[in-house]
C-alpha cells in the first residue's frame, strides 16, 4: 500500500500563485494531480512520468507547472496566475505496478 499525501494548499488572490506537493511512501513511476469543484466531477490536471514526459489539461496549459524530485519521492504542481475557477479540492494518484494510489486532498481556493 503506497501512502499519498498531498499539501500546500490554501486560500489565494486570484493572479497568486501556490505550490503543491505530493509524497509519496514509495517511487511512483507515473503521477497525475487531478482537482474536484463542489458538485463537479473530478478531473484531470497534470502528469508526469519523468522530465520528458509531461502533459496538461487545456485550462491549466501555461500557467501550471508538474514536477518531480526523485531523490523525494515528491512530485509538485506550480500554480500560477490562479482564478477564482481554479477553486477545488486537488488530489494527487500515483500509479504504481498498474494500481492507482490516492491522496485525501488539498482545498485550493482562489477569491476574486
Known amino acids: 500500500q503506497v501512502q499519498v499525501v498531498e499539501s500546500g494548499g490554501g486560500l489565494v488572490q486570484a493572479g497568486g500563485s501556490l505550490r503543491l506537493s505530493c509524497i509519496t511512501s514509495?517511487?511512483?513511476?507515473?503521477t497525475n494531480w487531478y482537482r474536484q469543484a463542489p458538485g463537479q466531477q473530478r478531473e484531470w490536471v497534470a502528469h508526469?512520468?519523468?522530465?520528458?514526459?509531461?502533459s496538461y489539461a487545456g485550462f491549466v496549459k501555461g500557467r501550471f507547472t508538474i514536477s518531480r524530485d526523485n531523490d523525494k519521492n515528491t512530485v509538485y504542481l506550480q500554480m500560477n496566475s490562479l482564478k477564482p475557477e481554479d477553486t477545488a479540492v486537488y488530489y494527487c494518484?500515483?500509479?504504481?505496478?498498474?494500481?492507482?494510489?490516492w491522496g485525501p486532498g488539498t482545498q485550493v481556493t482562489v477569491s476574486s
Open positions: 494518484n500515483c500509479e504504481l505496478q498498474l494500481v492507482g494510489y
Open positions: 514509495e517511487a511512483c513511476p507515473v
Open positions: 508526469i512520468a519523468h522530465e520528458l514526459d509531461r
